[in-house]
């Protein structure tokens, strides 16, 4: 199983980004995906999922109507779209697979290097 | 929502000593709750799920126990790529799901 994403940048507060995960080894649409980030100093914060049909999507709070999870099967890929961007949204942002094939369970067996994200202006 | 609380924030264990950390849920969680260990530059690593089965090629120095709102995670004695920093997760099918704020162990 190998996740990696890419998409990490610097932006400036109010502004958008793209972060993508290209995922190998596994069925991946048999499969829950999951954002995460990681606060230096802060801890993880589980950010968003979406399940192995695409149907459900689920959010923070912290980020609810501001980011989009979704998914291309046929790229084997993930992505999380970022608009409205603040400080408190810097950190490293992990994708990560759930454990179970064809359920959701907030299991996390594997996760990507992490992309890092920077809103300063 | 589910707060996750683990203590210490900080240990300091020697090598080969034993490392006990703590994790509490704000209501009872059963036994849906994982450890991952996140070393600096990695990604986190899954260690423990179901409060207590090891994941997949973890070495057996690494267990979990607890169940309801209290939990434990020990590793019996310490090697030198164990030290790092360890969070407790609450997961089900249903989100959102939290994380403790970490503990790290580090070399006294």
Not at chain 2, 60 to 69: I, K, L
Not at chain 2, 80 to 95: I, K, R
Request: net charge neutral; with cysteine.
């Amino acid at each position: 199983v190998q996740l990696v994403e890419s998409g990490g940048l610097v932006v400036q507060p109010g502004g958008s980004l793209r972060l993508s995960c290209a995922a190998s080894g596994f069925t991946f649409d048999d499969y829950t995906m999951h954002w995460v980030r990681l606060v230096p100093g802060k801890g993880l914060e589980w950010v968003a999922l979406i399940n192995w049909d695409g149907e459900k999507t689920f959010y923070a709070d912290s980020v609810k109507g501001r980011f989009t999870i979704s998914r291309d099967d046929k790229k084997n890929s993930l992505y999380l779209q970022m608009n409205n961007l603040r400080s408190e949204d810097s950190a490293f942002y992990y994708c990560a697979k759930d454990r179970e094939e064809l359920v959701r369970t907030g299991l996390l067996d594997y996760w990507g290097q992490g992309t890092l994200v920077t809103v300063s202006s | 929502e589910i707060v996750m609380t683990q203590s210490p924030v900080t240990l300091s264990v020697s090598p080969g000593e034993r490392a006990t950390l703590s994790c509490r849920a704000s209501q009872s969680i059963s036994t849906n709750l994982a450890w991952y260990q996140q070393t600096p530059g990695q990604a986190p690593r899954l260690l423990i799920f179901g409060a207590s089965t090891r994941a997949a090629g973890i070495p057996a120095r690494f267990s979990g126990s607890g169940s309801g709102t209290e939990f434990t995670l020990t590793i019996s004695s310490l090697q030198s790529e164990d030290f790092a920093v360890y969070y407790c997760q609450y997961y089900n099918n249903w989100p959102p799901y939290t994380f403790g704020q970490g503990t790290k162990v580090e070399i006294k």
